[in-house]
């Protein structure tokens, strides 16, 4: 597959893949990810369906010519994006940190989403980082104030920021052998290439401070204000999550299925960590062409 590059009219450039014809099946990636991590995904369903995977800014080959400061301006992109491509409706899919893109997205641009896919998504009140004790354990009380203050951060950022630096893919390798696949590894060639993608990442202190200050529920956090646009997303939505995932908990799902409940479908994979388009592929394509055409 060959990666296209679309220019956005705030000065950011996004590259993305886009497969297939017919309606549009939009992906969006996680941290320390791209849109290459959906390339099997995209080849399940771009038989079907036109599936688009993007590189959210500062990610993959996409430019970071601006900080971004909230998960919102991501969506904010993906708006852009849409426009400049003419596409007025979507399914929208979000894993991991993408699920809270899609949900700002599905929130505050109604009218563009037909219905909402979350794959091992982050809760709706966002995945905060504690600031740690001497012995490095969180005190659940404390929190960073500021993208440059989390960047130090010595056990989930500091190491993380630093291996992105040097480029060091071994590293990275042992976090997402550790992290993400808890159940199946990718083979080696496409694993080489997933961690190749990861270490273009040029914004993981913003994008980690954007996720932990994610709120759309009506309560405060200790990172930011309730922001209380959870309500303001309509349509359908799948939640789907595995039962060895080590980087979402359960509850997380639960919070988002809770705060939409009569929109939510819940589908919980066996023997599954956080990537399902490693453990799960068929069955995870199964089930969003299914959710799709219902």
Request: contains cysteine.
């Amino acid at each position: 597959m060959n990666k296209k590059k679309q220019e956005l009219n705030n000065s950011e450039t996004y590259a993305y893949y886009d497969e297939g014809q017919g309606e549009v099946i939009l992906l969006i990636h996680g941290n320390l990810s791209s849109s290459g991590y959906y390339l099997p995904l995209i080849k399940n369903l771009s038989s079907s369906f036109r599936t688009i995977a993007v590189d959210l800014r500062g990610f993959g080959d996409s430019t970071y010519n601006r900080r971004i400061k909230t998960l919102k301006d991501f969506a904010d992109d993906i708006k852009l994006f849409l426009d400049s491509l003419n596409i007025k409706k979507v399914y929208i899919a979000g894993w991991s940190l993408g699920g809270g893109v899609a949900m700002e997205f599905a929130s505050h641009y109604q009218d563009y989403v037909n219905k909402l896919i979350l794959i091992n998504s982050t809760t709706h009140k966002g995945y905060p980082i504690f600031k740690k004790d001497k012995n490095f354990n969180p005190i659940l009380t404390e929190v960073y104030t500021s993208p440059e203050e989390l960047a130090n951060d010595p056990i989930q950022v500091k190491p993380v920021l630093d291996a992105l630096k040097s480029k060091k893919a071994e590293f990275m390798k042992y976090v997402y052998d550790l992290t993400i696949y808890t159940n199946k590894k990718p083979d080696l060639t496409e694993n080489e290439f997933y961690i190749s993608e990861t270490l273009k990442q040029q914004n993981l202190i913003d994008a980690d401070f954007a996720l932990a200050s994610l709120n759309m529920s009506n309560e405060d956090s200790l990172y930011s204000k309730g922001m209380g646009n959870i309500k303001d997303i309509k349509v359908p939505v799948l939640h789907i999550w595995g039962t060895l995932d080590k980087t979402v908990p359960e509850y997380m799902v639960l919070d988002n299925i809770n705060a939409i409940p009569g929109q939510s479908t819940y589908i919980k994979f066996n023997e599954c960590g956080h990537s399902p388009i490693v453990d799960k592929l068929e069955e995870l394509s199964s089930e969003l062409i299914k959710f799709i055409i219902s």
